[in-house]
């Protein structure tokens, strides 16, 4: 009976649910609540993909990738460091993509709503981790860029390590069913130590040029932006994991994790979106 109350509803309603029972997250509301993320995320990402593709200085606002090796010099006869450009990030569809990705994982939930339930009815939810390793390991890679991260090898580690910190929340919950006994935080404790490497790489570019008057204002919006919405996620694991208050319940975290991934997801995009109204190199 409680299961088919929405939020706000009187639990008083019905004699047979208790006084203090919580209150849950029905079916219509993650439905409702995916839809409007999906149609959201995708009205904004297509936007953006139009606006990178018809906006010439949109469109030119890009960094260069490189790769380094080293090359023979007959004339010291010792090996000397090079590079190469290898091909260009535009940033505009950085954000457009970042977005359109969020809009096609709650649209797989639309199209196969019951075993998106089944999930959430054991303590898991696959797609939001995977699309999560998609998304935002594109986003820190086009803001490690604006901070000078060019290398190619050294942006696929960044990808790759930010992946690997949403694969760790996936390994969370596959430990820790809704009939556990305790909570095992190991996968939560290796996620976080992994979850800081890509923040120490930007950060040490950060303050190694020195010359954070010449660094646009939007870059600074982007980097403690993306950096606080980054930890109200593993702030909501936390409070599921220790069953504070409504986060007792899985689907509230759920549902919470919905509500992050739009708010957050489309602050972050608009502001790196922003940015590309300016020129490349631009000191102002």
Known sequence: MAASLEIGEATAASPLVAKDAPETITDARLRKYNLIACVLHFVQGTLMLVASQQVKSIKDFSKTVTTSFLVFNETTRALEPGNKTVGQIEIGVCAAVFLLMS???????????????????????????????????????????LFGVYDLSSLILIFSINANINFWGLIMEQMNPPNRRKVNWDPFIFGTFAGAIPWVVVFVYFFGGGNFGQIPGFVYGILFGYLLFFNTFPINMILQYA?????????????????????????????VFGGTFQPNGDDN
């Open 243 to 271: 069953k504070v208050g409504r986060w007792a319940e899985y689907r509230f975290g759920e549902l919470v994790y919905i509500i992050l991934s739009l708010l957050s997801k489309s602050l972050l995009a608009w502001l």
């Open 103 to 145: 809009a096609l994982a709650h649209l797989i939930v639309l199209v196969k709503f019951d075993w998106y339930l089944a999930e959430l009815a054991n303590g898991i939810n696959r797609l939001r981790w995977y699309e999560y390793a998609a998304s935002s390991s594109l986003m820190i890679v086009a803001i490690a860029t």
